[in-house]
C-alpha cells in the first residue's frame, strides 16, 4: 500500500457523461500529481496541486479540471467524454511542491467511455 | 520543449541474461531520474532512481547511470529473472525555472525475461 488512495478503481461510462475521480494524498503530503496513461502509452501529465492550490498544467484539455480541498484530498473532473477518454488515471503525491524524489502513485482510476 | 525518449520499446531475454534500457532527455536543467517497474494493470512503482550529480548508483541486480554531457540516462539488470517482466519507465525532472515536481515520462519498455 503506498498511502495514496484512489477512487473508485474501475468506472464505466458513456461518451459525453461526467464523472469525477479522486484521490487522497499520503499523510503529511501536500502536493498531488495527476497523470493519464492511455492504452500502450506512458504517463502524461496533467496538472499538480499544491496545498490547495494549481502549481503547474500539462497537456490538460479544457473538457478536464481539478481541484485540491483543505483537507489535500484532490479531484479530477473530466466532462463531455469521449472514448479517446479511456484510460487509467494516476494519481501521486509528494511533501515537496518542487522535489519529486520519492513520490508514489495511487493504485489508479481505470476509466472507460463507451 | 520537455521530452524522454525511450528505447527499445520491447526487450526480450533469457532468465539469467543482463537487460539494458536507454533514454535521452531533452532539458539540460533536469536533475532527478527515476525508474518505474509497472506490472499489468498495477500502479507504477519506483525501484531506484539517481540524482544529476552522481553519475551511477547500484542496489543489487538494478543499476542505473547518467551521462548528463549526453543526456542520456540507463537501467541495467543482470541475473534476470521472470518476475522482471513487467513494463519499465524512465521519468526525468524538468527543473531549470520550472516550479513543479511533474515528471516527464519515457514511452515505455515492456521486458520479458523468459524461463
Known amino acids: 500500500d503506498s498511502g495514496v488512495t484512489q477512487t473508485p478503481k474501475h468506472l464505466i461510462t458513456a461518451t459525453g457523461q461526467r464523472v469525477t475521480l479522486r484521490c487522497s494524498p499520503r499523510?503529511?503530503?501536500?502536493?498531488v500529481y495527476w497523470y493519464q496513461q492511455s492504452l500502450d502509452q506512458g504517463l502524461q501529465f496533467l496538472i499538480q496541486y499544491y496545498n490547495g492550490e494549481e502549481r503547474a498544467k500539462g497537456n490538460i484539455l479544457e473538457r478536464f479540471s481539478a481541484q485540491q480541498f483543505p483537507d489535500l484530498h484532490s479531484e479530477l473532473n473530466l466532462s463531455s467524454l469521449e472514448l479517446g477518454d479511456s484510460a487509467l488515471y494516476f494519481c501521486a503525491s509528494s511533501v515537496e511542491p518542487r522535489d519529486p524524489v520519492g513520490y508514489t502513485f495511487g493504485s489508479g482510476t481505470r476509466l472507460t467511455v463507451v | 520543449g520537455e521530452n524522454v525518449e525511450q528505447h527499445p520499446s520491447t526487450l526480450s531475454v533469457q532468465e539469467g541474461d543482463s537487460a539494458v534500457i536507454k533514454c535521452t532527455y531533452s532539458?539540460?536543467?533536469?536533475?532527478?531520474f527515476p525508474w518505474y517497474k509497472q506490472e499489468l494493470g498495477k500502479r507504477p512503482q519506483l525501484i531506484i532512481d539517481i540524482r544529476s550529480n552522481v553519475g551511477e548508483k547500484k542496489d543489487q541486480r538494478i543499476a542505473v547511470t547518467l551521462n548528463k554531457t549526453a543526456k542520456h540516462f540507463s537501467l541495467h539488470i543482470t541475473e534476470t529473472q521472470p518476475e522482471d517482466s513487467a513494463v519499465y519507465f524512465c521519468a526525468a525532472s524538468p527543473h531549470g525555472s520550472s516550479n513543479t515536481g511533474k515528471l516527464i515520462f519515457g514511452q515505455g519498455t515492456t521486458l520479458q525475461v523468459k524461463p
Open positions: 499523510s503529511g503530503d501536500l502536493s
Open positions: 532539458d539540460s536543467a533536469s536533475n532527478y
